[in-house]
């Protein structure tokens, strides 16, 4: 059983994530809290396997601050947020569930981050996994259409351009004397 702990500042969103939560036997919801001292003290309580953190919390706290609080205690974190940060952020979250999702894309969330959390290695397609969850742990996927051989290209450089930048010809040495 997974042990879930809710760190959300606004009660009614809060409540119903909660029976979303518990609707399946497989998870357990510790506690409820609204910003960072109620999640350090609910953790110190009753320890979660995973916390569900929001990024924008009352009382001027933010979730990274939260994350990185119960990183420190050893308890893995899992972002909901409405706006997903721009950059990965593996060292303080196995990734980030943007809002609004459904209570479906809920629970395959948290079986993925169970998964993680258990160190179960298994099959699964990418394709199943909720459209809303990004996970921080995965390897960076090619882009469809190109081979994976060939690098990806920056900007508006050509891929003539980064070849001819990484082997230079003879004549564009200059001499020493």
Not at 4 to 12: A, F, K
Not at 35 to 46: K, Q, S
Not at 155 to 173: D, H, I, Q, W
Request: with cysteine; hydrophobic share 45%; glycine share 4%.
């Amino acid at each position: 059983m997974l042990k879930i702990l809710i760190v959300e500042d606004e009660s009614l969103l809060a409540e119903t994530l909660k029976r979303m939560i518990e609707l399946n036997p497989e998870f357990e919801v510790t506690a409820i809290a609204a910003d960072l001292t109620a999640a350090v003290d609910a953790a110190a309580a009753r320890r979660p396997d995973l916390a569900l953190v929001d990024l924008q919390l009352a009382n001027a706290t933010s979730g990274f601050s939260v994350a990185a609080k119960l990183h420190e205690a050893g308890v893995a974190c899992l972002f909901t947020t409405g706006m997903a940060p721009p950059f990965p952020l593996p060292d303080l979250a196995l990734g980030c569930l943007e809002k609004p999702f459904l209570e479906e894309d809920l629970i395959r969330t948290l079986r993925e981050a169970e998964d993680i959390l258990r160190g179960r290695s298994r099959l699964v397609f990418r394709s199943r996994l909720p459209e809303r969850l990004e996970l921080y742990s995965d390897p960076p996927q090619p882009k469809e259409g190109a081979p994976a051989w060939i690098p990806g290209i920056r900007g508006r450089t050509s891929l003539a351009a980064r070849l001819m930048k990484l082997v230079r010809r003879p004549s564009s040495f200059r001499s020493a004397a």
